[in-house]
Every structure is written in C-alpha cells, then in structure tokens.
Nanobody
Framework: QVQLVESGGGLVQPGGALRLSCTTS????????MAWYRQAPGKQREWVAT???????NYTDSLKGRFTISRDNARNTVYLQMNSLKPEDTAVYYC?????????WGQGTQVTVSS
C-alpha cells in the first residue's frame, strides 16, 4: 500500500493563497504521475492538475492561471500552489500517485475559502 501524506490546507480569505504538499516514498514518486483532485460538498471528485515524472503539466481549463502544480524530486513531494482563491474553491483536496500498477490516494486536506 502506497502512502501519500498531504498537508497545507486550511481557512483562507477570498483572494488569498495556499500551497498544498503531498509526499510519498521515493521509489513510487520517481515513476509516478502525480495529480491533485478536489471534491466540494455535494459534488463529485474532479481532476485539478497532473504532473508527470519529467515535469510536464496539465490543468483543468477552469483553473489555468490560478493553480500551479510542481514537483520536487529530491523531496519526493508534489505541490499545488493556489492563488486568487474563491469561495467555490472550497473542497477537500486529494493527492493521487499513478503508476503502471494503479492509483494510490492521500487522505485529503480541507481547503476553505471564506471571509
């Protein structure tokens, strides 16, 4: 079982920023396509962004320009920088590691955008 540990969520005012982190084992991280998803109350989980082992990124169109995914291979960590946050960004954010053996998920971290 692959473990992913997320951190960085919290309460932030509209217009603010947060950076989420997700760490996993080096053996997995080096070969995994890492992604962030989110699930708002009453809604299905939705894909946010992906970064592959070589650093190529993809984003859901609605979040391009505000969210940035990156990875630090030395720290086995993937980040999600979220800027200009809006109340509709409120959700539980999940980290996913994808390899040829399947997907593993983190426990999620709550992000609440409210004044």
């Amino acid at each position: 079982q692959v473990q992913l540990v997320e951190s960085g969520g919290g309460l932030v005012q509209p217009g603010g920023a947060l950076r989420l982190s997700c760490t996993t084992s080096g053996r997995i991280f080096s070969i995994a396509s890492m992604a962030w998803y989110r699930q708002a109350p009453g809604k299905q989980r939705e894909w946010v962004a992906t970064i592959n082992p070589s650093g190529t990124t993809n984003y859901t169109d609605s979040l391009k320009g505000r969210f940035t995914i990156s990875r630090d291979n030395a720290r086995n960590t993937v980040y999600l920088q979220m800027n200009s946050l809006k109340p509709e960004d409120t959700a539980v954010y999940y980290c996913r590691a994808g390899t040829h053996q399947g997907n593993s998920w983190g426990q999620g971290t709550q992000v609440t955008v409210s004044s």
